[in-house]
T-cell receptor, first 108, second 114 residues
Framework: RKEVEQDPGPFNVPEGATVAFNCTYS??????FFWYRQDCRKEPKLLMS???SGNEDGRFTAQLNRASQYISLLIRDSKLSDSATYLC?????????FGTGTRLTIIP | EAGVAQSPRYKIIEKRQSVAFWCNPI?????LYWYQQILGQGPKLLIQ????????DSQLPKDRFSAERLKGVDSTLKIQPAKLEDSAVYLC????????????FGPGTRLTVL
């Protein structure tokens, strides 16, 4: 079983729609979680950290459920520029473990 | 602020040849990481340095891969000899500290082994 698992997609979503991704992690000792965004043929960039209480940054909302060991990312009012791969990341033993990423395409 | 620099951006070699990649992290960042990203997968950590010391190299195939950060600033990653399955993007990242600090990635080196 992979340490961090994501549905690879692709998710093809019309502009303006709401889309949600889930991610599960196997290491219950994981301390922190993040979502990174990776555009095609570019490097990953931090999108947001994920806090136990849930956190929101504009149109993006991240939530963590430690009991079920999953993390979610919600994108509201999706824009064409949101098209990218979203990588779920867990921090454990000072090491980041990345999921395979979920590919999102926003359709005009 | 200058980002993480990597070179070369692209490299094509034949199997059994050697190759080296270079990374210059963001100034002042103590922690440097090398990742391997195979097409369709997430980045996989190969080695992590804290200044010039190795923190984690548990996933580095040490029979063919080596890395160094002699002066605690820039770093090189070498593959010798290369195999077909080494074809990937090699990403260098740096962070101010280790742990949960944000990692900043360089543009990567795309390696093709023929």
């Amino acid at each position: 079983r992979k340490e961090v698992e994501q549905d690879p997609g692709p998710f093809n979503v019309p502009e303006g729609a709401t889309v949600a991704f889930n991610c599960t992690y196997s290491n219950s000792a994981s301390q922190s979680f993040f979502w990174y965004r990776q555009d095609c043929r570019k490097e990953p960039k931090l999108l947001m950290s994920v806090y136990s209480s849930g956190n929101e940054d504009g149109r993006f909302t991240a939530q963590l459920n430690r009991a079920s060991q999953y993390i979610s990312l919600l994108i509201r009012d999706s824009k064409l520029s949101d098209s990218a791969t979203y990588l779920c990341v867990a921090l454990g033993n000072e090491k980041l473990t990345f999921g395979t990423g979920t590919r999102l395409t926003i359709i005009p | 602020e200058a980002g993480v620099a990597q070179s070369p951006r692209y490299k094509i070699i034949e199997k059994r040849q050697s190759v080296a990649f270079w990374c210059n992290p963001i100034s002042g960042h103590a922690t440097l990481y090398w990742y391997q990203q195979i097409l369709g997968q997430g980045p996989k950590l190969l080695i992590q340095f804290q200044n010039n010391g190795v923190v984690d190299d548990s996933q580095l195939p040490k029979d063919r891969f080596s890395a160094e950060r002699l002066k605690g600033v820039d770093s090189t990653l070498k593959i010798q000899p290369a195999k077909l399955e080494d074809s990937a993007v090699y990403l260098c990242a740096s962070s101010f500290l280790s742990g949960g600090n944000e990692q900043f990635f360089g543009p990567g080196t795309r390696l093709t082994v023929l």
